[in-house]
């Protein structure tokens, strides 16, 4: 699960690789910046800054596309949901997880 977003040479130039377009050109979007005007480690460093305001709203994005799971719908309730919320998904979880199918 080792993912590459980009690669910087001995001179200091940055570029992105395929996954690293597709994961963080939406991100940095929604902050107003081009990913493709970012062409240093420090611009990048200076757009993740610029762009941290809008990390749960881009997570949030993200997570819409995850699978309907049990450990991803508490994953979600925690990133999301209020205390209450994940104290009773919590307890439902753990609940349906003491429970062994038998045939």
């Known amino acids: 699960m080792d993912k590459c977003y980009y690669l910087v ?3 200091g130039k940055l ?13 940095f979007a929604l902050a107003g910046i081009d990913i493709k005007n970012i062409k240093t480690l420090k611009a990048y460093k200076q757009a993740r800054k610029q762009a941290s305001p809008y990390f749960l709203e881009h997570l949030s994005e993200r997570a819409s596309h995850w699978p309907s799971t049990d450990q991803f719908d508490l994953l979600k309730t925690a990133v999301f949901g209020s205390k209450e919320d994940l104290k009773r998904d919590m307890k439902r979880f753990d609940l349906k997880q003491s429970f062994k199918l038998v045939k």
């Open 15 to 27: 570029r992105f690789t395929q996954e690293g377009l597709q994961e963080l050109g939406s991100y």
């Open 9 to 11: 040479d001995d001179s």
